[in-house]
């Protein structure tokens, strides 16, 4: 049955994807004969900012009534309702935005665009997460991203992503994280909302492409928990990092663990960390000469990145719309492209130089040259970091929870003997300290 | 993972559990209608509709043949009603049903979700074992699984780097303007009568012996497929001619090399032009206005006041309509260009309409840069641009006033009172004069360098010896050549205007004359070339016969002259120069 149940899910979300996309097809307005004039069209007044703010209080509110349930109540029945909330709130009823994920861009274009002011409330959106995390680890990832939650709510038979793919997967999110902030911090696009896989459903409608890579993500999120949250989800780059600083977290045990390996295999999300031994002696020293090797391997991976960023600049130029112009302009008066297209027909009524758009577009092209770099050393600083990191054995005496990876969902409560002890004596849960 | 031992398998049958399953399926069965009534209306929305709006199209094509058919237009209504309706329904039953089918889809996820949770066996976990190798294992796949990635990457962003290359326009930031500089455009004939429009050249290896019947001397000949007095126009391995019926207008880009026409480009009508009735002379027909180019693009201007801009490649890049041109005979003045900006002299109907105009025009976009009002009526003289003590400048003429206009904005800055009548010849600039001519009467030479109304001040000379009424005058700096339709050529010193000689060619003429190298060319209508040494007394040279007859003036290039027959464009000289 559980095969047939898959398929069945699988077909039910493709094409449910494709009614979704036909429901936006429309048809030309009837010609009149008569004198009838058609009313002008009129676009939807903003949404009050009050409505702003109290979607921002909401937020908060749930960032900590869910450090509350993570940590003192240890409920996952409450977790999970709470995310269901936010699935609501956040996602169908807010559809999508302001949402925290995207606000990074917004961050990024503040910080290197002094004429954009950014809104108050995104500024909460991208912060109030991030302040939680620092003191309660990730409790937004496990209750209050819609991301999150509807990836949460389809999986149903999780199965486990080896280590060498999750290692390599994962760096897929910070080459997503590089790439946003680049392209928002020099005014291209804001790459991660262009790109919300599930900006879509939570909107009844959106982008075909984007639509089929939410669909597929979800089918994905079937058998692998979190894809998005664990592979490519940019803002949770940034939460892994506040997360290892965080004043309290998230234990597997209310108390003492008796390393029964009863939660070995609780975590869908393979963010249970097993106790650890020492190096064999034979081992250590092999890996003292590998750890020499990968630090002077650092710096090399660093500058290797920042030069094939440079490489890369005009290709990533090109998602700036000014530099697609120029371009899309240059190719069609050198007659290299048949046609025209909206935007060059647009840029030709303004009667401007195409001089001045090619200047402005190299202008904006060195930029990216600069940013390129920057984005290709960060990108090799992560590799090389992400190598060193797996050349160090950490000390391990107990079963936890990986402080970064872990979402905070109290799935592993219920497989942890002593929690069932704690809650027939109803004790109240000691809240580990960093 | 691996070493936790399951319980054995011992199937729940709680109630809960059965619920929880029957409930899937149930869900899973409405999906699947749900899915299948769906797939049925994709269907019937792919199929059905396109069907239908093919038969509209037909229908309305049809009703544009005979608008009077009212039973063809009651059955378009009806089909346009079915269609909507149609269309209305089937978005409406998308709707419902995909909410039907979330709903199923999202029931389907949470009671398959509990009885996974109800079929759930707890853990029971073996023999703990010292897994450092285990682990130490891990982190060795897990580096070479980060290694993986790099190499993923790297492979990505090379694949990435050889796909789409370098930004074009940066590469082309050094290759200078959008816009061919007025020093290439000297090396080119991208206008009527040539750079400046004073029909000289400075090429001495054009040649001065062929014969059209003969093909000796003739490199290609090919049939030009619309009529048209205009001149051809040469920029690099490009020639550029256009022609017109009252129906239709067109360019033409034929090969410089083959004469292989590449191809043709359509100027559609303006539904103001397609239903008015414009009149021409038949002499001047819908197409005399000569094209011109400023290296990038072409432009070409008809009787009925279209203009139109094509890329070498014959894309059209933009096209207007000035508006219907009120001429006795036909719209006939030819372009220019400016930078990247056309000019078109537009003299139309009584000086006291006020309708005249000079305009530069957008070369990308066919937006009007600059336009200059003219207390002029219509004419069929062309603008030239010339350079006159660092400046340049736009020169015009038209009854009565030669007027100089600052190219780069339109500013008038001198004007001569100097011609009246119905002004056909173009000025010219040579020896720091402009020549102009009042038809059958008078050649006027003024010094462009004043300002304000120079008449009195700035005319160098004038002469009444000769003044024909179509043909431009031709200057090589010493010498002003006149040629008047019946075949008159009169020599004249450029320096007072006093006459040197006079030669009867004995053929008519509508096409200026042509001064080429040392040599002067004269190309009458009956095909004619007149071939003479250039000087203080006519020696002929050569005359070759074109075997077609022919009124627009001549284009000369490197070794070859291009020459518009009354249907066939010619390329006289050798091959690849």
């Known amino acids: 049955m559980a095969r047939w149940r898959y398929i069945l899910i699988t077909l039910v979300c493709l094409f449910a994807l494709n009614v979704a996309s036909l429901a936006q097809e429309r048809f030309p307005p009837p010609e009149f004969e008569t004198d009838y004039v058609r009313p002008t069209t009129t676009m939807p007044q903003p949404e009050q900012d009050i409505w702003e703010y109290v979607a921002a209080g909401v937020l908060i509110g749930a960032l900590l009534l869910a450090a509350h349930l993570a940590l003192k109540r240890r409920s996952r029945k409450a977790i999970f309702a709470l995310m269901l909330f936010s699935l609501v709130a956040f996602g169908f009823i807010r559809k999508g935005c302001v949402c925290t994920v995207g606000s990074v861009q917004n961050v990024a274009l503040t910080a290197f665009d002094p004429a954009y002011a950014i809104p108050i409330v995104v500024l909460i959106f991208f912060a109030a997460p991030l302040v939680v995390t620092l003191f309660f680890g990730r409790v937004f990832c496990g209750a209050v991203c819609p991301l999150g939650a509807i990836q949460d709510a389809v999986l149903i038979h999780p199965v486990r992503v080896p280590n060498w793919l999750e290692s390599s997967l994962r760096l897929l999110a910070y080459v997503y994280l590089g790439a946003g902030v680049l392209f928002a911090a020099l005014g291209a696009a804001f790459i991660i909302c262009q790109y919300d896989p599930f900006v879509g459903f939570f909107r009844l409608g959106g982008n075909w492409n984007i639509l089929v890579l939410g669909a597929c993500l979800l089918l994905i999120g079937l058998f692998v928990g979190r894809p998005y949250c664990r592979f490519l989800c940019p803002y949770g780059v940034i939460l892994r990092q506040f997360s290892r600083l965080s004043k309290w977290r998230v234990t597997i045990t209310p108390n003492d663990c008796i390393k029964c390996r009863l939660c070995e295999d609780a975590c869908p999300f393979g963010a249970i960390r097993a106790p650890t031994e020492p190096w064999p002696g034979k081992e250590y020293k092999i890996a003292k000469v590998r750890l020499a090797f990968l630090l002077l391997l650092f710096p090399m991976l660093v500058a290797g990145g920042a030069w094939g960023g440079y490489l890369l600049r005009d290709s990533f130029a090109r998602m700036h719309p000014q530099v697609r112009l120029a371009e899309r302009v240059h190719l069609e008066e050198s007659g290299e492209v048949e046609g025209t297209t909206d935007a060059s027909d647009a840029f030709r009524t303004t009667g401007r130089p195409s001089r001045e758009l090619y200047d402005e577009a190299a202008q904006i092209g060195r930029r990216f040259a600069i940013g390129g770099a920057i984005f290709g050393g960060f990108v090799g600083f992560i590799i090389g970091g992400k190598l060193l990191a797996l050349a160090v054995r950490r000390r391990r005496s107990d079963y936890e929870a990986d402080r970064a990876s872990c979402f905070a969902c109290g799935r592993c409560y219920e497989y942890c003997p002593k929690e069932h002890e704690r809650l027939k004596l109803g004790e109240k849960a000691v809240v580990a300290r960093t | ?577």
């Open chain 2, 1 to 577: 993972m691996n070493e936790t031992t399951k319980q054995p398998d011992t199937p729940r049958s709680s109630v809960a559990l059965q619920t929880a399953r029957n409930t899937a399926k149930v869900a899973g069965a409405f999906a699947l209608i749900f899915l299948g009534l769906l797939v049925a209306n994709f269907i019937g929305t792919a199929v059905i509709g396109p069907r239908r709006e093919n038969k509209m199209a037909a229908m309305r094509a049809l009703l544009r043949e005979d608008p009077t058919d009212e039973k063809l237009l009651a059955d378009i209504r009806q089909l346009d009603l079915r269609i909507r309706r149609d269309r209305l329904w089937r978005l409406d039953f998308a709707r419902k049903s995909s909410y039907a089918l979330l709903g199923s889809v999202a029931l389907f996820l949470a009671v398959g979700k509990l009885a996974g949770v109800l079929e759930r066996q707890g853990p029971r976990p073996g023999h703990v074992a010292d897994r450092s190798a285990e682990q130490i294992a891990e982190s060795r796949h897990a580096r070479w699984g980060v290694a993986a990635g790099v190499l993923v990457l790297a492979t990505a962003g090379a694949l990435l780097l050889g796909l789409q290359g370098p930004l074009a326009f940066v590469k082309a930031e050094d290759s200078g303007p959008p816009y061919a500089t007025m020093e290439q455009k000297n090396h080119q004939w991208h206008r009527f009568r040539g750079p400046g429009g004073g029909g000289v050249s400075s090429l001495t290896n054009v040649p001065t012996a062929w014969n059209g019947e003969s093909g000796a001397g003739i490199l290609w000949k090919t049939a030009v497929p619309l009529p048209g007095k205009n001149s051809p126009v040469v920029w690099g391995k490009r020639v550029f001619l256009s022609g017109a019926t009252e129906e239709k207008r067109e360019v033409f880009c034929f090969d410089a090399d083959s004469g292989q026409l590449l191809w043709r480009g359509d100027v559609p009508a303006r539904a103001a032009v397609a239903e008015a009735e414009i009149e021409v002379m038949e002499e001047t027909g819908y197409s005399a206005s000569t094209t011109a180019t400023d290296g990038r693009r072409i432009y070409a201007i008809f009787a009925t006041g279209d203009i139109a801009a094509f890329d070498f490649n014959g894309r059209r890049l933009w096209h207007k309509n000035l508006g219907i041109p009120e001429s006795m005979y036909g719209y006939a003045s030819s372009l220019d260009t400016y930078q990247d900006r056309v000019i078109v002299q537009y003299d139309q109907a009584d000086a006291e309409a006020g309708k005249s105009r000079l305009y530069a025009l957008n070369g990308l976009s066919g937006d009007v840069v600059w336009e200059a009002k003219r207390e002029v009526p219509n004419s069929w003289s062309s603008p030239i641009v010339v350079e006159v003590e660092g400046r340049v400048q736009i020169v015009t003429l038209a009854d009565p006033w030669l007027i100089g206009y600052d190219a780069a904005t339109g500013t008038e800055l001198w004007r001569a009172e100097v011609a009246s009548g119905d002004v056909a010849p173009s000025p010219i600039y040579a020896g720091g004069l402009v020549m102009a001519i009042e038809p059958y009467s008078r050649m006027t030479a003024v010094k462009p360098t004043g300002q304000g109304n120079i008449t009195e001040t700035h005319v160098a000379w004038q002469s009444s010896d000769l003044a024909p009424d179509i043909c431009c005058p031709a200057s090589d700096g010493r010498y002003v050549y006149v040629l008047d339709g019946g075949g008159l050529l009169l020599c004249s010193n450029i320096a007072d205007g006093t006459k040197v000689y006079e030669h009867e060619l004995r053929d008519n003429f509508m096409a200026s004359p042509s001064v080429v190298g040392d040599k002067l060319y004269l190309l009458s209508e009956e095909g004619v070339m007149h071939i003479a040494q250039l000087g203080p007394e006519y020696q002929e040279v050569a005359k070759c016969e074109l075997g077609e007859a022919c009124f627009a003036s001549p284009a000369f290039a490197d070794g070859r002259i291009y020459i518009r027959g009354e249907k066939n464009l010619y390329c006289v000289g050798g091959g690849r120069p």
